[in-house]
């Protein structure tokens, strides 16, 4: 538990066959989401005693939401997502993508026409970057122009085997 600008934030590791995840969470929700190679696990200590009970579901939920997508598949149920952290822009970005299923991609190009900015490309590139809860808010699923990768928080591997696990075929 970590106090941060007078929220509580509660850091818990999710382990997976892919590593250990770092979820965060405020006394809002699921706040963010740290890929394992970036992941400092000797900071996120599970005391469950510590932890309230709200907490202990939402992280339970977020774990099998995270299992479910790096299995391919949807996620099903999230816990509630605290994206207080980003802009006003960024949000509706965030909730655009939210809308992107597994095995379906978006351009940059696409989801700014889809949140009524077409000429805001970049920004939603930048917003899919700033994005804190990756995986789970899908912009692994969001590509360059001619379906080519771009970039991805969590690093181009990890955008690549998203991808595949959902039967994405890309341009290289």
Avoid at 47 to 66: D, E, F, M, T, Y
Avoid at 124 to 143: D, Q, S, T
Wanted: aromatic content about 6%; some cysteine; overall charge positive.
């Amino acid at each position: 538990m970590n106090p941060t600008c007078g929220t509580q934030l509660f850091e818990l590791p999710i382990e997976t066959t892919e590593g250990k995840f770092i979820a965060r969470y405020s006394e809002k929700g699921l706040s963010g989401l740290e890929f394992p190679a970036g992941a400092d696990s000797s900071r996120a200590k599970t005391v469950k005693a510590a932890i309230p009970r709200p907490i202990r579901n939402w992280h339970r939920a977020a774990s099998q939401a995270l299992a479910r997508v790096l299995a391919g598949k949807a996620p099903g149920k999230l816990p509630p997502l605290d994206l207080s952290s980003g802009t006003d822009f960024q949000r509706c970005v965030w909730t655009a993508l939210q809308k992107i299923m597994p095995g379906q991609t978006r351009g940059y190009g696409e989801v700014a026409r889809l949140i009524g900015r077409p000429k805001a490309v970049r920004a939603v590139g930048g917003a899919c970057g700033a994005n804190p809860i990756p995986v789970l808010i899908p912009c692994h699923r969001v590509l360059a122009a001619n379906r080519k990768l771009g970039g991805f928080s969590g690093g181009l591997d990890w955008k690549r085997a998203l991808l595949a696990r959902e039967g994405v075929s890309f341009s290289r």
